[in-house]
């Protein structure tokens, strides 16, 4: 497949700049924020209790810092970070002018920045104007679902889910090294402890899975659910414990009746919980 250009209109932006940006954006975000001018990150804005409230790609614009996220969290994330505000010289605005795309595929067009999630995912930019598209937000799903990637507001709601549900940690959206920021304790104690136990895998079938929302189940035991998809291939966020023990014993998996098999994506550093053998 040849280097591809599409236009992700579901997506919008919201710039962040003034004297104070930088500290006010590393004292809230997951991850640091990009620094140099033309680079890229990946984090989210999470609540007290460590939980994503919104997930985005930043990039670097000159002296302010463009996020690129749902278009319907628009709003709201320009709120979210006025409250966190106060006295900070910080200036917040949505930005209705611009445009995200993205370059995917073999060969694709080193546009704006790589995205920081995964090299294979290609490349991403805020423009303004038309975009040159050559492929549609469709396709580019279908890149994104093939690579076991999945995105905040399509495949796992906002509000409900920590980072390491949604693979954030996996996938360069969390830095375990910076300091606080909001969330951090309860995100920290997951990682340290190891107790993420939800996960994003892929889920693959012999026909076309059925809609985002639908129940992962093992026999009669549900054990996650089915995130986006295209035809046979999708994500699922699954219990890992429970999805192992189902797949050890035999227990069929299936969403809406429809058999399932469930990989850890490629470029996942979890794996399969090991079981552990009964004690004589």
């Known amino acids: 497949m040849s280097g591809r250009i599409a236009e992700l209109s ?41 939980k994503v409230l919104f997930d985005f790609i930043a990039h670097r614009d000159g002296a302010a810092t463009l996020f690129d996220l749902p278009q319907t969290l628009v709003a709201d994330f320009v709120k979210r970070l006025t409250f966190y505000r106060l006295r900070a010289k910080v200036d917040i605005a949505a930005l209705a002018d611009r445009k995200v795309a ?3 595929g ?27 598209a050559t492929a549609s937000a469709a396709d580019y799903d279908a890149h994104r679902i093939a690579l076991g990637v999945p995105e905040g507001g399509i495949d796992f709601a906002f509000g409900e889910a920590f980072p390491h549900d949604a693979d954030m940690d996996q996938l360069g959206g969390v ?6 920021y909001v969330g951090q304790e309860v995100v920290s104690r997951m990682e340290h402890r190891g107790t993420a136990r939800r996960r994003f895998v892929v889920a693959e079938a012999s026909l076309p899975l059925p809609q985002p929302g639908t129940p992962v189940t093992a026999g009669e035991t549900a054990i996650g ?3 986006s998809s295209v035809g046979p291939r999708g994500v699922a966020l ?9 797949m050890d014993r035999g227990v069929p ?12 994506p490629a470029w996942a550093r979890f794996a399969w919980p090991v079981a552990v053998a009964a004690s004589d």
């Open 225 to 227: 659910t089915l995130g």
């Open 175 to 180: 830095d375990f090294a910076k300091g606080c």
């Open 106 to 132: 073999a060969d694709a067009a080193a546009i704006g920045a790589a995205d920081p999630r995964l090299a294979a995912l290609g490349f991403r930019a805020i423009v303004t104007g038309p975009v040159a």
């Open 253 to 264: 998996i299936a969403a809406a009746g429809i058999p399932l098999m469930l990989s850890v």
């Open 238 to 246: 699954v219990r890992l414990d429970r999805a192992k023990e189902a």
């Open 102 to 104: 993205v370059s995917f």
């Open 10 to 50: 579901r997506r919008g932006v919201v710039a962040v700049g003034g004297a104070d940006a930088e500290k006010f954006l590393d004292d809230l975000m997951t991850a640091d924020m990009p620094k140099a001018d033309g680079a890229a990150a990946y984090g989210g804005l999470l609540t007290p209790q460590g």
